[in-house]
């Protein structure tokens, strides 16, 4: 390897795995709203969806800045929304930045509209219309996730090696909120604070704790670093055990003997699994070529999985076990009623449409049934 290869090679960054898309629960959890169920339930159900919409306003705010600042930073790679399950216990990562120095960026994102307080012994509260309500205490709940996060990489051989000696990496716990959030930190106290910070500030952070083993660096140290290569494959073998989450809300929200259901409706999921390794998929549309702008659904565990189903594949699917009573909608498992073509080729002839029509377009043919 010559000297601008070996230059070039040091040049190296990656931003391994986005967040994964959570559109499809959402249009899923709002179709049950539209149904006939207590009002109770559909309170929790607006929680639940405004919930989701805070936590991806959170995510987004903290992975900009993320990809922004250290994605292109030579020898890092850059992992959003990482889910690892190991011995009945689960961490739902945020962010994790791995580098060839064998450091790990553990980075937890919280969005707090209003603010968030820390006191002097460590307790957090959030603001809401002017009044604090407590909340558990997000710096040990991401030391949570980091126990978690050691004990599996161990367990499971994953930790790269030198020598038949296995490499062990230095945890960073940070907790990011909202540039546009109000923070407050006790100017004095035992409880450190430092892990928490506003997304726009942890740059700063990231040069100082650089610079910082820059200095220190010993025999010991310069012992650690890794090849590019490795890390990136370090990191791959981290995403492959990314297991998305799945949740079954008619079970969550006690529907199942609440919800009303139509005589003769067809039972169908929200999301398809994927026919090439059986995992959830996401709607997704085509941002260049030839089918551009067109829908499908794409596989979670892409690009690992390159898994596609045409929403036209899901249809057909759905119309082949219509009832002899009535369909149900193939988009949003909703009521149909008979509708009769005005315009176009098919004008006079009847089909069934969504009763929610605009806001769901799924038809089927009348001569289908």
């Known amino acids: ?14 931003i391994l795995k986005n967040k ?3 559109q499809g629960s959402i249009d899923y959890l709002s179709d049950l709203l539209e149904r006939d169920i207590p009002a109770d339930k559909k309170r929790l159900i607006e929680r639940e969806i405004k919930c989701m919409y805070s936590g991806n306003k959170g995510e987004e705010s903290s992975a900009y800045y993320l990809d922004f600042d250290i994605g292109n930073r030579k020898n890092w790679v850059v992992i959003h929304d990482l889910r690892l399950e190991h011995d009945g216990d689960v961490a739902q990562i945020d962010h994790l930045l791995l580098g060839r120095m064998m450091d790990i960026y553990v980075v937890e994102s919280k969005n707090f509209t209003y603010g ?3 006191s002097e012994e460590g307790d957090f509260s959030y603001f809401y219309k002017n009044m604090p309500y407590a909340i558990p205490s997000p710096i040990l709940q991401n030391d949570r996730h980091i126990r978690l996060l050691d004990r599996f990489l161990n367990d499971n051989d994953l930790l790269p090696k030198r020598l038949g000696v296995t490499l062990k990496p230095k945890y960073r716990n940070i907790v990011l909120i909202s540039p546009k959030s109000r923070l407050t930190k006790p100017k004095r106290g035992l409880y450190d604070c430092t892990p928490v910070m506003k997304a726009d500030q942890f740059i700063e952070r990231f040069d100082k704790d650089m610079t910082d083993t820059t200095a220190l660096s010993d025999a010991v140290s310069l012992a650690k670093v890794i090849s590019f290569d490795t890390l990136e494959r370090f990191s791959e073998k981290i995403v492959l055990h990314h297991k ?4 079954d809300y008619i079970a969550k929200f006690g529907l199942k003997n609440d919800e009303k259901v139509e005589e003769g409706a067809v039972e169908y999921k929200a999301n398809p699994d994927c026919p090439v390794c059986g995992k959830p998929m996401v709607p997704r549309e085509a941002k260049k070529g030839k089918n551009e702008g067109n829908k499908f ?7 690992k999985c390159r898994g596609v189903l045409e929403l036209e594949e899901l249809i057909e699917e759905v119309i082949e076990k219509i009832s002899d009573i009535e369909p149900a909608c193939p988009k949003c498992d909703g009521v149909m009623v008979k509708r009769v073509s005005t315009k176009g080729k098919n004008i006079g002839n009847e089909f069934w449409g969504c009763k929610n ?4 377009r799924g038809v089927v043919s009348a001569e289908t049934k």
């Open 244 to 247: 998305p989450i799945t949740i």
């Open 1 to 14: 390897m010559n000297y601008e290869q070996s230059t070039h090679a040091l040049l190296k960054y990656m």
């Open 297 to 303: 659904w794409g596989c979670t565990q892409y690009p």
């Open 116 to 118: 968030v307080s820390i």
């Open 357 to 360: 029509f605009p806001k769901c």
């Open 20 to 22: 994964d898309n959570n």
